[in-house]
């Protein structure tokens, strides 16, 4: 064990969360400019801001099911397609919705909650959520 008490590879994890972590805030401060720039409604953020968060609806049918829908539509992959289509089509409606829910997952993220793994609601790629347990 390296000096101070800490194994390198709980140190290596601590980084890396702690990345990931300004990640969060560094895309949750980007999305918040843009939006703001769209000149879209700031109620519209409030009311579309949680529902990506209905996706915790399907821990209902299990974990593993949970997970997976949870995961789909807590991915940049999605919000990233539709801004693509918002620019190419040049829709107004579109590019709003999909900055508010790139900016949901980055503040998820920013918080520690990252992608989900089948064990449970707990169990994700940035640590396990709430107490540490033996």
Same mark, same amino acid.
């Given at each position: 064990?390296?000096?101070g008490? /800490?194994?390198?590879?709980?140190?290596?994890a601590?980084? /890396?969360?702690?990345?990931?972590r300004?990640e969060?805030l560094a895309v949750?401060?980007?999305?918040?400019?843009?939006?703001?720039r769209?000149?879209?409604?700031?109620?519209?953020?409030?009311a579309?801001?949680? %529902?990506?968060?209905?996706s915790?609806?399907g821990?209902?049918?299990?974990s593993?099911?949970g997970? =997976?829908?949870?995961?789909?539509v807590?991915t940049?992959? %999605?919000p990233? /397609?539709?801004?693509?289509?918002?620019?190419v089509?040049?829709?107004? /409606?579109?590019?709003?919705?999909?900055?508010?829910?790139?900016?949901?997952i980055? %503040?998820?993220r920013?918080?520690?909650?990252g992608?989900?793994?089948a064990?449970?609601?707990g169990?994700?790629?940035?640590?396990?959520?709430? =107490?540490?347990r033996?």
């Amino acid at each position: 064990m390296p000096s101070g008490g /800490v194994n390198q590879k709980s140190a290596g994890a601590n980084s /890396v969360q702690l990345l990931l972590r300004a990640e969060g805030l560094a895309v949750a401060a980007l999305t918040l400019l843009l939006y703001a720039r769209t000149g879209a409604s700031w109620w519209m953020f409030a009311a579309l801001w949680l %529902v990506p968060d209905l996706s915790m609806l399907g821990y209902l049918a299990g974990s593993c099911r949970g997970a =997976r829908m949870y995961n789909a539509v807590h991915t940049y992959f %999605v919000p990233g /397609v539709l801004a693509f289509l918002a620019l190419v089509l040049r829709t107004e /409606v579109l590019l709003p919705i999909a900055l508010i829910w790139t900016n949901h997952i980055a %503040v998820d993220r920013l918080l520690g909650y990252g992608l989900k793994y089948a064990d449970g609601f707990g169990f994700t790629h940035l640590g396990r959520l709430g =107490r540490a347990r033996d």
